[in-house]
């Protein structure tokens, strides 16, 4: 818990209203919860960092941001963008909410993934649209909430271990 490792400490409620504050943003639910049960995670390819770290995308890798800032003239349509699931296309991302996302993770090894949080989509459930970004796909898988990124994160890793360990 104290190094840095699997898990980190509890956060509190000060932490959050704290980060908020800070951030500009009401975090959702799902992510509140997370840093109430653990303030960071390390899983096989990023690391989930303590919110104290957390910061908008934009300020925190304004280079990354702008590789990734190319989007088809006119934009993308909701009818393509609001598409979560199998049928998602991940190149179909708004690079004008890249800035403002919140950065949540670090990356591991030469992989260079990203977990994101998206004020910019916020559902009825209050919860934000969260975004796994990969130099492996072109663009980024999009989630309806932190708990759904979480619940691929784990499986990745499930099946990560599945591989080394076979």
């Known amino acids: 818990i104290r190094n840095d490792g699997l898990f980190h400490g509890p956060g509190d409620q000060q932490l959050l209203a704290d980060a908020e504050q800070r951030l500009g943003v009401t975090l959702p639910p799902s992510y ?3 840093v109430i049960a653990s303030n960071g995670w390390l899983a096989s390819t990023s690391k989930i960092i303590p919110l104290q770290r957390v910061q908008a ?3 925190a890798d304004p280079q990354y941001v702008q590789e990734w800032s190319l989007e088809p003239p006119g934009g993308i ?3 393509r963008y609001f598409v979560y699931g199998d049928a998602q296309e991940p190149y179909n991302i708004r690079s004008a909410y890249l800035p403002g996302c919140l950065l949540i993770s670090e990356p591991l090894l030469e992989v260079n993934e990203r977990l994101l949080l998206n004020p910019r989509v916020r559902f009825d459930n209050q919860e934000l649209e969260a975004w796994f970004m990969t130099p492996r796909i072109a663009g980024a ?3 309806r909430s932190f708990t759904e990124l979480m619940q691929f994160m784990k499986m990745s890793d499930e ?3 599945r591989r080394l360990t076979a």
């Open 159 to 161: 099946a990560l271990w």
């Open 32 to 34: 509140r919860a997370f």
């Open 77 to 79: 349509p909701d009818e």
């Open 141 to 143: 898988v999009r989630y």
């Open 57 to 59: 995308f934009g300020q």
